[in-house]
């Protein structure tokens, strides 16, 4: 349920529980005991049933949720899918949403210009949140949502002499430093906007990837190696910088996103719209091309299952099927067309 902050405090005599709702009003409830030890027993459950969403409609349930997973780094992708979603699920009780009010969304959304990728994630965090209160019992039985399919992942990559023109159209330090090291490292962008100096160990030539201040489960991060760029761009960064923290940062202050930079350095380069998950992409694609095996590639990418990195990256290498070809070699001489003979007839 609701992991909303509470503290166990005296209250006349006994122990009490007080917490704040999500409009800041303060609440008060005695847990009826003088001992700390039950109160600290009892106080989970009790917190829990006094925080239980009062309503059962799919917004009450999308708030509980919310408020239970306080801090993932999912929340913020689903303040935009909510958005598309309320209108038209939000007063709605999940046993009453069916395939043909999942089908509307998707038609109404696609004639608004968004595309199936972007639904399939909406009716996803849909279906998640109905599932949550199934197992919460909010919801008696999660109905079924119907999604469009998933696109195909895009192929995008950088060859060598793109990510080169790249890093030279960045006009600014901040944009540079970053393509240097989601180059250098495959790192996701969060990660390396989060990186700190105490995390580079330029004696032992590794950066740590990790955070250790994110406590909630995130998508997985390495510790790789600094190349001689990567050092070579951190020593430099670290000389010129004006915060003593960031690794990447603009007038001594964290960046929070350099996708604009990035944009005009691909326009400059001659180059067409680039992401930064484009440039974690080039680096695995680089990786595997030059005949790294998928385990080394998936600890630098900081996949906790090297068959996500097989299913994405295996295509890429030189070896790819290349003994199942082999074994369809057919000996069947010259291909080369016989001329007909002068002396026939």
């Given at each position: ?13 006994k ?56 801090g993932?780094?999912?929340?913020k ?15 709605m009780?999940p ?7 999942c ?10 210009g ?16 109905l ?51 989601a ?70 202050k ?9 944009a ?12 930064p ?6 680096a ?26 097989r ?17 369809l ?17």
């Open positions: 349920m609701p992991k909303q902050q509470y503290r166990i405090a005296r209250y006349r005599g122990f009490a529980l007080v917490f704040y709702d999500e409009r800041g009003d303060r609440h008060r409830h005695s847990l009826n005991t003088d001992d700390k030890g039950t109160a600290e027993r009892i106080a989970p459950a009790i917190y829990a049933d006094l925080t239980r969403p009062s309503g059962r409609d799919v917004e009450a349930i999308w708030k509980a949720y919310v408020a239970d997973h306080s993932r780094a999912v929340l992708t689903m303040e935009h899918t909510w958005k598309a979603l309320k209108d038209r699920f939000g007063p009780a046993e009453n949403i069916t395939i043909a009010d089908r509307a969304h998707v038609d109404a959304r696609r004639n608004a968004i595309k199936d990728g972007t639904i399939h994630t909406e009716l996803g965090h849909l279906r998640m949140v599932l949550w209160g199934e197992k919460h019992k909010l919801v008696d039985r999660a109905p079924h949502i119907e999604r469009p399919s998933k696109p195909k992942p895009k192929d995008l990559h950088l060859i060598r002499q793109e990510a080169r023109r790249l890093i030279d159209a960045a006009d600014f330090p901040h944009v540079k430093l970053f393509i240097i090291l180059l250098g490292t495959g790192a996701r962008a969060r990660a390396l906007l989060q990186l700190t100096w105490d995390r580079c160990d330029f004696e032992r030539e590794k950066i740590d990837l990790r955070n250790p201040e994110i406590t909630t489960p995130h998508k997985g991060r390495a510790i790789v190696p600094m190349n001689r760029m990567v050092k070579a761009a951190l020593l430099e960064a670290k000389r010129m910088r004006t915060n003593d923290i960031y690794v990447i940062e603009w007038a001594g964290p960046i929070e996103s350099v996708k604009k930079g990035l005009a350095a691909a326009v400059k380069a001659g180059l067409p719209k680039v992401s998950h484009m440039l974690r992409h080039t695995a694609v680089h990786m595997v091309e030059a005949g790294r095996s998928m385990e080394e590639v998936a600890q630098y990418l900081g996949h906790n299952d090297v068959e996500v990195t299913k994405v990256y295996a295509r890429f290498s030189p070896n790819h099927l290349r003994e199942a070809a082999s074994v070699e057919y000996d069947i001489g010259s291909l080369a067309p016989k001329r007909a003979s002068q002396n026939a007839g």
